[in-house]
């Protein structure tokens, strides 16, 4: 069974930082690209990171570009989001999932229950 366990939300200062995790488990992760998404109760959700099996190459929204940092463990099977210069309108639910390339769209149809991340000073 494919499962998602995202951590490392909270409540951030604009401008601050946040590292969010995600444990994933019911699939051979080390063959998956895998990405980070967001959803707010306004807006559908969207991708905003997405990293190949293999660790590169990278991709990011534009919105996150040059303040987000994807990676991944393949031995423990997570992969992680740093967020730096955080502005309000990162506020919203991150979720991870692996990710079809090409396709920008989730390759599982489970989710886990995201990590909520809150910027306000």
């Known amino acids: 069974q494919v499962q998602f366990v995202e951590s490392g939300g909270g409540l951030a200062q604009p401008g601050g930082s946040l590292k969010l995790a995600c444990s994933a488990s019911g699939f051979t992760f080390n063959v998956y690209a895998m990405g980070w998404w967001r959803q707010t109760p306004t807006k559908e959700r969207e991708l905003v990171a997405r990293v190949r099996s293999t660790g590169s190459p990278i991709d990011y929204a534009d919105s996150v570009k040059g303040r987000f940092t994807i990676s991944r463990d393949n031995i423990k099977d997570t992969v992680y989001l740093q967020l730096n210069r955080l502005k309000a309108d990162d506020t919203a639910v991150y979720y991870c999932?692996?990710?079809?390339?090409?396709?920008?769209?989730?390759?599982?149809?489970?989710w886990g229950p995201g990590t909520q991340v809150t910027v306000s000073s």
């Open positions: 999932n692996a990710v079809d390339f090409v396709h920008s769209t989730p390759v599982f149809g489970s």
